[in-house]
């Protein structure tokens, strides 16, 4: 017996646990329990993707200069919304190049909180693989578009600092400041989800409308909140690295 596995984590590994089993052995991460394979997060997570991949044609489908109909309007303003965003953090250079990294981010994120408030379903932001994946992502993101932005050679030398006497020193402070963001990234929406998503639960098993109502409405705003706020901070470390020294006149 397993704990706490949800309806949906049960059909994947009564139907699927060969296909699960068949991509961990690939990888050489063979599965602890090769019967049930699958684990909430995973499952919750393929379902946050499959409706964003079925939502996206609905969408695409029904675009229209006359006549937009809610959805397009609602990521009209998602859309322009991340874009004011990035203007905000300083990213001046292209910034709606930005927008589809970012906006991807925020709504996948957003997503994936709000599942919990549907019951039967939870987070899947509320396990630390999750989060830490989203961070490690960024975390490439952001360098990469910094090596872009300055060369890989220019970027290099912002480890060192600006005094080259203190080289040596500087280089392990940057590595250790560079390495804590996906880190700092992880444990900030790993913690809000998962202390949202208990209080929600112990509530609702404590009364019955009105208490565990208003908990669930504390938990949709912490779930916009917190999508923000790992957008927010993946664009700032963007303009980071992406930001060039001014040249005096």
């Known amino acids: 017996m397993h ?19 068949s991509i961990l052995n690939a990888v050489h991460m063979p599965a602890q329990d090769p019967a049930h394979p699958w684990v909430n997060w995973m499952v919750m997570e393929l379902l946050v993707v499959a409706i964003i991949a079925v939502l996206l044609p609905i969408v695409r489908a029904q675009l229209s200069v006359e006549n937009p109909g809610k959805l397009q309007h ?9 874009l004011d965003q990035i ?14 990294y970012f906006g991807t981010l925020f709504i996948f994120i957003l997503m994936m909180n709000l599942l919990g408030v549907i019951p039967g379903f939870e987070s899947p932001t509320m396990s630390p693989a999750v989060p ?20 890989l050679g220019k970027y290099l030398l912002h480890f060192a600092g600006p005094i080259p006497a203190l080289f040596l020193l500087m280089v392990p402070i940057e590595i250790t400041g560079q390495l804590a963001r996906p880190l700092s990234l992880t444990i ?6 998962f202390a949202g998503e208990q209080v929600t639960m112990s509530f609702l098993g404590l ?12 938990h949709v705003f912490v779930s ?22 001014e040249v005096p006149a």
Do not use: D
């Open 3 to 21: 704990e706490h596995e949800l309806w949906l984590t049960a059909l994947f590994n009564q139907h699927l646990a060969s296909v699960a089993n």
């Open 74 to 82: 609602l990521f009209e303003i998602t859309y322009q919304f991340v």
């Open 87 to 100: 203007h905000e953090v300083g990213i001046h250079h292209h910034p709606e190049s930005y927008v589809p």
């Open 132 to 151: 830490l994946g989203l961070a490690i992502c960024t975390f490439f993101y952001y360098n990469a578009e910094g090596i872009k932005a300055h060369g």
């Open 188 to 193: 900030r929406l790993y913690a809000n989800m």
């Open 207 to 218: 009364t019955k409308i009105i208490i565990p109502a208003i908990f669930m409405g504390l």
């Open 224 to 245: 916009l909140l917190q999508a923000y706020i790992f957008m927010l901070l993946s664009m700032i470390y963007v303009s980071i690295a992406t930001e060039h020294e």
